[in-house]
């Protein structure tokens, strides 16, 4: 078959359509106060695992490879504990399984990509991408699947990209960030900002209650843990409150 | 690794997390796609955001690790700020702005 009888879109064209473009830069934008929490945590991450004693390759190995910041810090922090290889994969890959939810509760948006674009979106699926792609689909549903993959790009240009470069940057050069800025609240900050204008309806704010509640009762429990008992039990007030409102409207 | 730990079990480490991460976010994404979810998932799934990521923060929020674990009222007013900020304007660089500014002011006056 000759190329110009290939029915696909030019990927050329792709770019130029104005809409997608606007797309993928709408998506660059909202993400750019990402990049306060994402640069000095990806700093961070190089220097704590120089300290370690792995290579720079290594950081890189980890940031481009697994590119999930909090299950590379577990994995850091136990190896340097001598933890056993097999604890140290199955604590990370436990940090790592909320994932999945968000995985299934993007497929409604994304069901009829191709099988290479669910893959890079897959590869590239962090709390940032997910969270801001899914508040975007949320508010603008009508928003053809080219758009909603191209705003997934921009966020992903924007809160992927710098992790790796930032992380290769800590740990070639090695300083640590001051520790009385008080970093570690940077992270709670833009999740509870990020999700805070999603709250819109009492089914929303029950599944927020319920996952919180869950979580601190749960905390004690091996890492990740909690969170995966918590998060379905939010999710499932959530989906109670909206069947028992939507009955009440009705009645 | 300066604890002795070889390369070679670092890097297996790294490719065996990298391969299970992106399974786990391939999972129904890359499984699920040409087939009807049923409606009481899709209901669930609707949650998911507003459900994970904060119970993914909350104990975060009342036992910092930079406070060895115990509770600390600027870290938790400035969370509530945050909440609140993004609940009243719906906007997030607001929300994200005085939570900050709570935060760094409180532990500048306390």
Redesign the interface.
């Known amino acids: 078959m000759s190329p110009t009888s290939d029915p696909r879109p030019d990927s050329r064209q792709a770019l130029a359509d104005p809409g997608l473009a606007q797309a993928f830069r709408r998506g660059a934008v909202k993400s750019l106060?990402f990049l306060?929490v994402m640069i000095p945590f990806a700093i961070l991450f190089g220097v704590v695992a120089l300290e370690?004693?792995?290579?720079v390759a290594?950081v890189l190995?980890?940031s481009v490879?697994?590119?999930?910041g909090a299950?590379q810090f577990t994995?850091v922090q136990l190896?340097?504990d001598?933890a056993p290889?097999i604890v140290?994969?199955l604590s990370?890959?436990a940090v790592?399984?909320?994932?999945?939810?968000?995985?299934?509760?993007?497929?409604?948006w994304?069901?009829?990509?191709t099988?290479g674009q669910?893959?890079w979106?897959?590869?590239a699926?962090v709390?940032q991408s997910?969270?801001l792609s899914?508040?975007e689909y949320e508010a603008n549903p009508r928003m053809a699947l080219p758009q909603r993959l191209a705003f997934f790009g921009g966020v992903v240009m924007v809160v992927c990209l710098p992790w790796m470069i930032f992380s290769w940057v800590g740990a070639t050069v090695g300083r640590a960030i001051p520790d009385d800025i008080?970093l570690?609240?940077?992270?709670?900050?833009?999740?509870?900002?990020?999700?805070?204008?999603?709250?819109r309806t009492p089914?929303?704010l029950a599944?927020?209650f319920?996952?919180?509640l869950?979580?601190?009762v749960l905390?004690g429990l091996p890492s990740g843990l909690?969170?995966l008992i918590?998060?379905?039990?939010?999710?499932?007030?959530?989906?109670a409150v909206?069947?028992w409102s939507g009955r009440r409207a009705r009645a | 690794?300066?604890?002795g730990?070889s390369?070679l079990?670092?890097?297996?480490?790294?490719?065996?997390?990298?391969i299970?991460?992106?399974l786990?976010?391939?999972?129904?994404?890359?499984t699920?796609?040409?087939r009807e979810?049923p409606p009481?998932?899709?209901?669930?799934?609707?949650?998911?955001?507003?459900?994970?990521?904060?119970?993914?923060?909350?104990?975060?929020?009342?036992?910092?690790?930079?406070t060895g674990g115990q509770p600390e009222p600027a870290?938790m007013a400035?969370?509530a700020v945050?909440?609140?900020?993004?609940?009243w304007?719906?906007?997030?660089?607001l929300?994200?702005l005085a939570?900050?500014i709570t935060?760094?002011g409180l532990?500048y006056m306390l």
């Open positions: 106060p306060i370690a004693g792995m290579d290594q190995g980890f490879l697994v590119l999930a299950s994995a190896l340097s001598n290889v140290v994969i990370c890959l790592n399984l909320r994932m999945a939810m968000y995985s299934a509760s993007l497929v409604p994304l069901r009829d990509a099988p669910k893959a979106v897959a590869y699926l709390d997910y969270a899914i508040q008080a570690d609240f940077a992270m709670p900050i833009t999740f509870l900002a990020m999700i805070a204008p999603m709250l089914a929303h599944a927020c319920v996952a919180v869950g979580s601190l905390a909690g969170l918590a998060s379905p039990l939010g999710m499932a007030a959530g989906a909206e069947v | 690794m300066s604890n730990t390369d079990t670092v890097w297996l480490v790294i490719v065996v997390l990298g299970g991460t992106f786990i976010r391939w999972s129904f994404l890359g699920l796609g040409d979810l009481w998932v899709l209901r669930m799934l609707r949650y998911t955001p507003v459900a994970v990521l904060p119970a993914l923060v909350a104990p975060l929020v009342v036992w910092p690790a930079a870290r400035a969370a945050t909440v609140a900020i993004g609940l304007t719906r906007n997030m660089i929300a994200i939570g900050a935060l760094f532990l």
